[in-house]
């Protein structure tokens, strides 16, 4: 089975999601890597420079063995098949995975709501709204909706969920999004849990010790 990737060069959750569960089940990939000028085009022609085919024209996209397959979710579910990191008999926990890639989507959605605006200030300023109301709230359902009793978001080892959570917090919380203050999960202890279990798992610190520029703040998980 051919595997390739397609996604900016960015370890946002979206694609992480994915490649992780694919190198945590030690199958190769291709991770390809689409810049903006490129990425202009593929929203006009939903293809890359290539002819690869983008369905929906956006990212991330995997293209399976000539078969390009799109949107977050369907890529980490057939991701965490290959790698035995997403149930195929057990319907029950697979919706409880869903659910928090869904809850993942959510915040960044709202997230994105704020970069509409041309002008840097009212983005700040909008934001800085969000930490302190919708954004808050959907962070305390977060929390409140995970194990009190686990290092993990379900069970008792890492999984997709862990994964989307630990990279959206990381995009949260690493001072990128002018705005959101860095010790934004502060006050959740579920989530910074989570992140800091995600963080320090061997298997995790090879992926970033891998693909990760070595001065990218990953997260502010204390």
Known sequence: MELTFIYFD???????????????????????????????????????????????????CLVVDGVSIAQTG????????????????????????????DMATDITNLIFTTGRDEDEQIKKVKRQELSKGELARKLRMLDKSMSGESDWVLGSDLGLAD?????????????????IPTDIIKSF?????????????????????QTYPKDYVRGNYL
């Not at 992480?16 to 190769?28: C, P, R, S, Y």
């Not at 369907?74 to 890639?101: E, H, T």
């Not at 202890?189 to 970033?208: G, N």
């Open 10 to 60: 960015f370890p946002f959750w979206r694609a992480e999601v994915g490649k992780i569960a694919l190198f945590m089940g030690g199958i190769d990939f291709e991770n390809r890597k689409v810049e903006g000028e490129e990425f202009q085009r593929v929203k006009e022609t939903g293809q890359l420079d290539d002819g690869t085919l983008i369905p929906f024209h956006q990212l991330p």
């Open 74 to 101: 369907g890529i980490a579910r057939f991701c965490g098949k290959l790698s035995g990191m997403y149930p195929k008999n057990d319907d029950v926990l697979a919706a409880q995975i869903d659910q928090f890639l």
């Open 163 to 179: 994964i989307a959570i630990w990279r959206l917090m990381g995009w949260l919380s690493g001072g990128i999004l002018d705005g």
């Open 189 to 209: 202890p579920r989530i910074s849990r989570v992140c800091l279990a995600v963080d320090t798992h061997p298997k995790i610190k090879e992926w970033v010790r």
